[in-house]
């Protein structure tokens, strides 16, 4: 099998889903005593939280590319960034390496091309929401995103930094993504992006008004498999 590296802390909630996940999926393909040979890069949080100016992404930027080439130089074949909002410096930290980066919004672009799927919402952190460098990927494999409500963009804020990203699931978070969710398939989505690890705390990714692309765990999947097949 060959070795994964990966850029984490980004919560460290999300880097625990990562490596549960990665480790199942291999296990499930492989041997059930199989288990993925991964690098871990655990960043301090709370030193790339509420970006917000062009500096802090610089700031963040610099500091992935960092840790993408300790990944590299102790021997990572390739790497993958533990979260959705930060592929916002994708471009700059893929160009710090020699080894490839697997982008999430590409994954899930073409799993939702692969079931044939036109019209989604995409729910996640502000930029993700809001900002070209996620939506365009999805757009690209022929996905029709309707504008995010600006209501929704602070409320989930509010939950995903506030509560979830410690690791804290409320009744209230649970109630209000289930109403964004069955409002959206009102206004006629057909598919809901969970564009945000921690979301999968409060959304029953499984059974649900509509279905449900969870992009960590499509993330996942895509590494181990990349995994595996060395």
């Not at 917000?52 to 992404?57: G, V």
């Not at 930029?127 to 460098?133: A, D, I, P, Y």
């Not at 206004?187 to 499984?206: F, H, P, Q, Y």
Request: proline share 3%.
């Amino acid at each position: 099998m060959r070795k994964l590296g990966m850029i984490g802390g980004m919560s460290w909630v999300s880097t625990h889903t990562y490596y549960e996940c990665i480790n199942r999926y291999v296990q499930k393909r492989t041997s059930p005593m199989s288990s993925a040979p991964l690098l871990i890069e655990s960043l301090d949080f709370a030193q790339l939280y509420g970006l917000r100016e062009a500096s802090d992404w610089q700031r963040a930027a610099q500091t992935l590319s960092e840790s993408a080439k300790r990944l590299e130089g102790a021997g990572a074949e390739q790497i993958i960034i533990c979260a959705n909002s930060m592929h916002r410096v994708y471009d700059d930290v893929a160009a710090s390496v020699s080894v490839p980066i697997l982008h999430i919004a590409e994954c899930v672009g073409e799993r939702m091309a692969k079931d044939g799927v036109k019209n989604a919402a995409l729910i996640g952190t502000r930029n993700v929401m809001t900002e070209s460098f996620y939506r365009e990927r999805l757009v690209k494999h022929g996905v029709d995103l309707p504008a995010p409500e600006v209501q929704n963009v602070e409320l989930l804020d509010r939950y995903i930094y506030e509560e979830l990203m410690v690791g804290k699931a409320t009744r209230d978070a649970e109630r209000a993504l289930k109403t964004i969710i069955t409002k959206k398939a009102q206004d006629g989505a057909k598919a809901i992006v969970l564009a945000c690890t921690e979301l999968e705390l409060v959304v029953d990714t499984r059974a649900n008004v509509l279905p449900i692309y969870d992009s960590a765990r499509i993330h996942c999947e895509a590494a181990a498999e990349w995994i595996i097949a060395g």
